[in-house]
């Protein structure tokens, strides 16, 4: 769907002086709809007008075609649901033409992108984007590279419009004939413009998109497996779908991950467990929990702070964990009603954090590999206590029996989380494993015995609640420099002085689900891995 590339052509189009151009974005079959018996589609229409000061322009207009709910449109079988601004057909400041209709989209996405559950930063106080960013964006990617970026802001633009907006018909158009032919446009392999995207607006303006991203794949993970739930039994697999990327800045390697929780690697579920015998009973009881687990997203910012040092023979580079911040957000809007308030902290949580970097592979630079923290050694403390009992008779004050019992107890301070490193090849290795503070059992791997019986230290209920709970009070997890501040190091060859090399960084989430307030026997794990690459410029400062 090269919709860039049509529009970019306009202007220098001698068809379009005389007429309207349209190109199709989707359509299907009669056959692929009950009741219509018209071929379905939606088409982008480009119509040549004069803006306020009688200069060429064009006015951009998304139409239905076949569809029930344009039938009595005036105009044939066809009608409008979107329309552009008016956008001018020439620059005099060196600005991109379409640099309106770009910002219109974008403007319109942020202003439309569904809330994180108690956030406390509402996308009203956003001012308007400004168009400086945009424009370099626009000025600085080619055609194509520019091209799969505007597919997928013009994608999920139609969605709020196709989905939200339109009769049902509509909306399942979109999801079957426009999402699913364009789901690759989600993935990391399309996200190097989105990246420098999200560099340039910041966090706010990102935080707002990947938010809508997975909102709307959240809804098409939804109907799919509704749909596979009326043909069989099976679930569909579901892929990894959402964003990350990585980049080196002021000492710093961050790598950010956004993915639907519902798209991540299931590794255990309770409903491999469940008797089958009765599914439909099943299903209807936890549909309604399953619904809202469904709406939460993964947002992972794995920081790591590096140093480079110059000696006569080598170079050390360091990296220590300055930030790890996990958290799970429930997408949504605000609406105060009772299921909604009933479910607000029935959400995933982090259960396991595993952060890799190093050079790349095959890297013969490499001298050494030093780790900081060695294999944890528990501590136990143990008390013993002796009880001498004896009986004496008549007035003597020895007694005529001694009877000796001893009573020992052992004491073992256990943390939440198990902080570890290890190493892969010449890659360092941090991990962090979530474990029940009274068994010590590994939250991410234990699975609850059918039945509920069993219950392992708290069960994990009310685990956003009181002193001693293992995450933030919105459910996520922070781990700064002095919860995880050792370092690790690698001796590099001198002749690598001068350099910047490619390094790899990558990160393992894995996100469980315990009943937190409600009476459920559902549980689940699932995970998910991010990989990329960050520069390491080995250059000394001039001083």
Known sequence: MDIWSWISDLPNSDEFNYSQLTFQLASSSPSSYKNNDSTQSIHLRAERTLGSNSEPSVVFSVCLRGFQCSSSDHDGDEKIIWSSDTCPLSSDDDKPIFLPLVLQLLQEIVTRAPNAHD?????????????????????????ESFSSFFSLIFLTRLFWTCVCDAPSEVGSFYFHSMLTPNLEGFSCKH?????????????????????????????????????AGLKSLTLLPSKNLGFSYAVESHGLWILKGYSPVKSMQCMQSSSGQKNRQFPGVIEARESLLKYALAHQQLEAVIQLEYTVRFFDNFIQVNARVDNLRIHVVKLGFKNNSDNDQNLADEKHFPSRIRVWVGPEIGAGYVGGLSLARSTDNTEREMEMQKTLKGITSGNSKVPASVKETAKMATRTKIKNWRCEQDVEGNAAVFDAILCDNTTGVEIATWRPPVGGGGVMGFNFRGRYTGSGRPFTKSGGLIFAGEEYGEGVGWRLSKEMEGSVLKWRIGGEVCVSYLPNDVASSYYETRCIEWCDEVDLPLIPSKT
């Open 191 to 227: 996200a190097p413009v989105l990246r420098n995207f999200f560099l340039t607006v910041g966090t706010d303006v990102e935080l707002c998109f990947v938010r809508t991203f997975g909102y709307m794949l959240a809804k098409w993970l939804i109907l799919k497996d509704v749909e």
């Open 119 to 143: 956030s406390t930063c509402p996308r009203s106080q956003l001012q308007k984007l400004k168009p400086e960013p945009v424009s370099w964006i626009l000025d600085s990617h080619s055609p």
